[in-house]
């Protein structure tokens, strides 16, 4: 017995929703690829301050991962690979970025948060490719 409100359903079921909301799923990762293509100077200062050299190679790495990772998600077409690279991407931020088990006090505690919502992220991103795969299974 579905329990869903017929007008919520016809929303859920929608694919001009499906699409808006794989957009919205992947605003953190093209805003930031698209900031730092703009800024490409800042992108490198960001390497930099993680230690990651050759600034200039990792800053087009996370670019080029964020911007078509995100693109594959939004398309539809390829959402699984999209999906996979920025969670593989994702949870590698932890390790580098925001490794809280090497960090003391409220630091710590906000970087123990921020990779608690990577993780959840990573679900997300697992969501987004399986409603992609749905909508194109549907056309």
């Given at each position: ?121 990573c679900g997300g991103l697992a ?13």
């Open positions: 017995m579905n329990t869903t409100p017929r007008p919520i359903a016809a929303i859920l079921d929608s694919r001009a929703f499906g699409l808006l909301m794989r957009i919205v799923l992947t605003f953190p990762f093209w805003a930031s690829g698209l900031a730092k293509l703009i800024d490409f100077a800042g992108a490198q200062r960001e390497m930099g301050m993680f230690g990651l050299h050759p600034t200039a190679g990792f800053a087009i790495a996370v670019i080029i991962t964020q911007l078509v990772g995100a693109l594959l998600i939004i398309h539809g077409r390829y959402a699984w690979l999209g999906a996979g690279a920025l969670a593989v991407f994702t949870l590698l931020t932890i390790l580098l970025v925001h490794s809280f088990w090497r960090i003391d006090g409220p630091m710590g505690v906000v970087a123990f948060h921020t990779a608690v919502e990577h993780i959840g992220m969501l987004g490719a399986i409603q992609a795969h749905w909508a194109r299974l549907r056309r």
